[in-house]
C-alpha cells in the first residue's frame, strides 16, 4: 500500500474583532436608526441602525455622525436616549416620557461594506457578530467548549434547540445576516430550508464516514439525490448557506472546507475531488482510498466562535475532519427564496416552538422573523400555509429508503 502524502487547504484566518457597532434596540425588538435625515425606528438590519458607542457614554451615527445622549437605568441593561428635543419614544420621535432602549451586540464592518464584499466573492464572515451571552448559551445546548460532554458518535444532532432556548432563534433572526441574505439574492421573501438544529462533530476516530464534497441545497450538485437543479442559473441565486460558528472554527477542529469562488461556475465539483456522491452507501472508500480531496486548491475558513459566514449555495464544500480532543459546534440554516420548495417540513417543529417558553422570550421582531422564515405558506388567495400529510409524508420516506435516494 503507498503511502498518502498529507496536504493542507488554504487557511483564511480571519482575525477577532477589533471592535463592534452597536444596535439601539426598542422594546419591540426594532432599531434606532437614521433615515431621510431623521431619527425613527426600522427592523431592518442596514446601516441605518449601526452606531458607534463614544467615550461620553452617548452614541453616534455610524454614516451621518448623528448623536443621542444616553442615560443608564440603575439594575438594568437598558437605557434612556435623548436629543436636545426630548427623550426618545419607542419609534424614536422626541416625547414627554422615553422607553427603555437596549444596547446590543452589533457588527464589526457596515453591512454596506459586507455586502460589497459578499457580491464581489460569493461569501462572506461576519466576525463575533453573536453576542457573548447568545454564543455561551449554543454552546451550552450543544455540550462544547466550556459546556463539554464526552461522545463516540462522528457527530449529533440537537433537533429540539429551538424550542428550548431563545439563543436558537435570535440567531436564525440576526439582523443583518438577514439584510445580507435579502440583498444577495434580491428578495425580501426568504425561508429556512429546515428547522435550525445545533450539528456537533466529535473527534475523528480516523476510520468512520466523512462527509464529500457537493453544492448545497437547492442545488445538490454531487449529491446523488432528486430535485437537483439541472442547469446553470446565472444571475438568480436559488440559495444562500449560512453556517454559524459555535464553536471557533479551525482546520484542526473541523471547519468547513471551500472551494472559495466555485460559484461562479455554475456547476458541481469534479468526481476526482470525491463527492458526496461518490461516498453515499461506499463505507468503505475512505479505507481504500483516503479522504476527499484537501489539497492546497481548497479553503478553510477559520473564524472565532459567534462568527457567521454567508455563502452562495452553489459554492463547492464538505464538512472538515476534527482532528482535535474537542467537540466543535454548529448551526447550518439553509436559506432560500418563498418561491422553492423546503429541504424538508418546518411546520412541526415551528407548532411546537410557539407554545415553547423559548417564543414567549423572543422580541416582536424576533417573532415576526421566525414567522417569516418557518411558515411556509401559498402566496395566492387566502394565503394558505402549506403543510405535510404524516400518512403520505411516510410514505414518501419508505419509497426514498427502498429506492436508495436518501
Given at each position: ?169 435570535r440567531t436564525a433572526a440576526e439582523p443583518v445576516s438577514l439584510w445580507l441574505i435579502r440583498a444577495y439574492m434580491q428578495t425580501g421573501d426568504i ?150 420548495m423546503p429541504k424538508s417540513d418546518t411546520s412541526a417543529a415551528y407548532k411546537d416552538f410557539l407554545t415553547s417558553p423559548a417564543h414567549a422570550q ?45
Amino acid at each position: 500500500m503507498n503511502a498518502q502524502v498529507e496536504t493542507h487547504e488554504t487557511v483564511v484566518r480571519i482575525p477577532p474583532a477589533a471592535s463592534h457597532h452597536t444596535l439601539l434596540v426598542a422594546p419591540d425588538g426594532s432599531f434606532l436608526g437614521v433615515g431621510h435625515g431623521r431619527l425613527t425606528t426600522s427592523a431592518t438590519g442596514d446601516d441605518r441602525v449601526m452606531w458607534r458607542a463614544e467615550k461620553d457614554g452617548s452614541y453616534r451615527h455610524a454614516t451621518t455622525d448623528q448623536r443621542v445622549r444616553a442615560s443608564e437605568i440603575p439594575g438594568t441593561d437598558g437605557v434612556h436616549l435623548h436629543t436636545k428635543d426630548g427623550v426618545l419614544d419607542a419609534s424614536g420621535e422626541p416625547a414627554t416620557s422615553a422607553v427603555t432602549f437596549t444596547p446590543s451586540h452589533g457588527p464589526e464592518q457596515l453591512p454596506s461594506e459586507s455586502l460589497a464584499f459578499f457580491r464581489a466573492r460569493g461569501w462572506v464572515c461576519l466576525t463575533s457578530i453573536l453576542a457573548p451571552d447568545t454564543v455561551d448559551a449554543l454552546q451550552r445546548l450543544a455540550g462544547t467548549d466550556g459546556h463539554e460532554r464526552e461522545s463516540d458518535q462522528p457527530h449529533s444532532h440537537v433537533q429540539a434547540a429551538l424550542s428550548v432556548d431563545p439563543a436558537v432563534a435570535r440567531t436564525a433572526a440576526e439582523p443583518v445576516s438577514l439584510w445580507l441574505i435579502r440583498a444577495y439574492m434580491q428578495t425580501g421573501d426568504i425561508r429556512l430550508g429546515h428547522t435550525p438544529a445545533l450539528i456537533v462533530l466529535h473527534r475523528d476516530d480516523g476510520k468512520r464516514n466523512v462527509q464529500g464534497w457537493h453544492s448545497d441545497f437547492p442545488y445538490h450538485w454531487g449529491i446523488s439525490a432528486p430535485g437537483v437543479v439541472p442547469t446553470p442559473t446565472g444571475a438568480t441565486v436559488l440559495g444562500v448557506q449560512r453556517n454559524v460558528c459555535v464553536s471557533e472554527f479551525t482546520r484542526e477542529r473541523g471547519a468547513t472546507a471551500f472551494k472559495l469562488g466555485s460559484h461562479t461556475k455554475d456547476h458541481g465539483p469534479p468526481d476526482e475531488w470525491i463527492t458526496a456522491a461518490t461516498l453515499q452507501g461506499n463505507p468503505a472508500h475512505r479505507a481504500e482510498h483516503g479522504l476527499p480531496y484537501n489539497g492546497p486548491d481548497a479553503d478553510v475558513i477559520e473564524a472565532p466562535a459567534g462568527s457567521i459566514i454567508l455563502y452562495d449555495a452553489r459554492t463547492w464544500h464538505r464538512a472538515g475532519v476534527n482532528r482535535t480532543p474537542h467537540s466543535r459546534a454548529a448551526i447550518l440554516q439553509a436559506m432560500t427564496p418563498m418561491y422553492i420548495m423546503p429541504k424538508s417540513d418546518t411546520s412541526a417543529a415551528y407548532k411546537d416552538f410557539l407554545t415553547s417558553p423559548a417564543h414567549a422570550q423572543l422580541t416582536t421582531r424576533e417573532r415576526n422573523e421566525m414567522r417569516n422564515l418557518m411558515l411556509h405558506a401559498f402566496n395566492g388567495p387566502g394565503h394558505q400555509a402549506i403543510g405535510p400529510d404524516q400518512e403520505l409524508t411516510e410514505l414518501a420516506r419508505a419509497a426514498s429508503i427502498s429506492s436508495g435516494s436518501y
